[in-house]
């Protein structure tokens, strides 16, 4: 069975950081392009950053371009998605989704190009 599950969410004061986990099992994420989204109240979820599988290349949204990093350990078949600089703006729930066409190239744009996701995890940013 192809899962997802996140991890790592919580409350953080504005400037903190907290590192968001992705764990997969039952498939490899090296061949899956693998996507972070957040989805806030009332809003529609929006990609923050993504990583494609072949060559490794990562891309974050303007919003938190400089302050998220994606990364990726392969011998625990997880993604990590470390958050620092953080916002009140940043709170959301965070989802982790990977697809295996996006292999080459992962998107940002449309969530609905991603086949498996996980539960999402709630990150909240407040004093």
């Known amino acids: 069975q192809l899962q997802l599950v996140e991890s790592g969410g919580g409350l953080v004061q504005p400037g903190g950081s907290l590192r968001l986990s992705c764990a997969a099992s039952?498939?490899?994420?090296?061949?899956?392009?693998i996507g972070w989204f957040r989805q806030a109240p009332g809003k529609e979820r929006e990609g923050i950053s993504c990583?494609?599988?072949?060559?490794?290349?990562?891309y974050y949204a303007d919003s938190v371009k400089g302050r998220f990093t994606l990364s990726r350990d392969n011998a625990k078949n997880t993604v990590y998605l470390q958050m620092s600089s953080m916002k009140p703006e940043d709170t959301a729930v965070y989802y982790c989704a990977a697809d295996p066409v996006l292999f080459r190239r992962c998107v940002l744009s449309n969530p609905h190009e991603y086949e498996f996701w996980g539960q999402g995890t709630q990150v909240t940013v407040s004093s």
């Open positions: 990583i494609s599988s072949n060559n490794g290349r990562t």
């Open positions: 039952g498939f490899t994420l090296d061949y899956y392009g």
